[in-house]
């Protein structure tokens, strides 16, 4: 327990809107005092906070560019400050857009992997240093990563990364009981995936999984939070296919 608030500690990166925010809301309802990390929107992530105080949770938005190291230090720093030392991580900070491998241009290039990648490292060495023992870091890689579709073949690098840090950082961790995993979402109704897609192939999406429908936030954010619970204990190193069946 931390000290400052008798309550274990969560960062949600990316947790203004989408499947962080839900996360958020899921981790605070189960009693972690959570921040909220967010690069640009300062209005979602106030609002986030102030719903979840509102709630009775303890929660603070913090501003930081996950793929920038000096970012991410001091996100953990003000965490530390003003909540407590760090319990659960969760890597939820991502950019997708779709383009062929031919058409993608150096800035798109530098830009997914910098925030996938970069981002999930930083926050990963920084919590290597100041995470207690015994805490929970849950990684986002994509169920895109099994489909091979055309137009993704930049953003799966980005996941396939990912998933390599996962297995690699689990054992690296041994000895201090922290288990480190990985959620793997198929088609999620977010703006991340609905963004630049036309109504026929949202539905093509929603039709794919045995479920029959695109999964929602609170969908992700139950298996997140399992992960990030002492019924997981367990579970280390493994990638959670989060996707109703698809692959």
């Given at each position: 327990m931390n000290a400052l608030n008798n309550a274990q500690v969560a960062i949600v990166?990316?947790?203004?809107?989408?499947?962080?925010a839900a996360v958020a809301q899921r981790l605070a309802k189960d009693g972690f005092?959570?921040?909220i990390n967010y690069a640009s929107s300062s209005a979602e992530a106030d609002a986030r906070v102030t719903e979840l105080t509102a709630a009775g949770a303890k929660a603070i938005a913090v501003k930081a560019d996950v793929s920038n190291a000096d970012d991410v230090r001091r996100m953990f720093e003000v965490t530390e400050q003003q909540l407590g030392k760090v319990d659960v991580l969760v890597n939820n900070a991502g950019a997708l857009k779709t383009v062929p491998l031919g058409d993608t241009s150096d800035a798109l290039y530098d830009q997914t992997f910098d925030i996938n990648v970069r981002g999930t490292f930083n926050t990963l060495r920084e919590a290597?240093?100041?995470?207690?023992?015994?805490g929970r870091i849950v990684n986002f890689s994509s169920t895109t990563l099994a489909l091979n579709m055309p137009g993704y073949a930049i953003y799966n690098a980005t996941k396939a990364a990912v998933e390599a840090f996962t297995h690699v950082f689990a054992k690296e961790l041994r000895g201090r009981n922290?288990?480190?995993?990985?959620?793997?979402?198929?088609?999620?109704?977010?703006s991340l995936f609905l963004d630049g897609k036309t109504e026929e192939q949202i539905q093509n999406f929603a039709?794919?999984?045995?479920?029959?429908?695109l999964g929602q936030p609170d969908d992700i954010?139950?298996?997140?939070?399992?992960?990030?619970?002492?019924?997981a204990g367990w579970v280390n190193g493994q990638i959670l296919r989060a996707n109703g069946g698809l692959a």
């Open positions: 990166t990316g947790a203004s809107r989408g499947i962080g005092a959570v921040a290597a240093a100041r995470m207690n023992d015994g922290i288990t480190v995993n990985a959620v793997a979402p198929g088609p999620i109704a977010t039709k794919m999984p045995p479920l029959q429908r954010a139950s298996v997140v939070a399992f992960l990030a619970s002492a019924e």
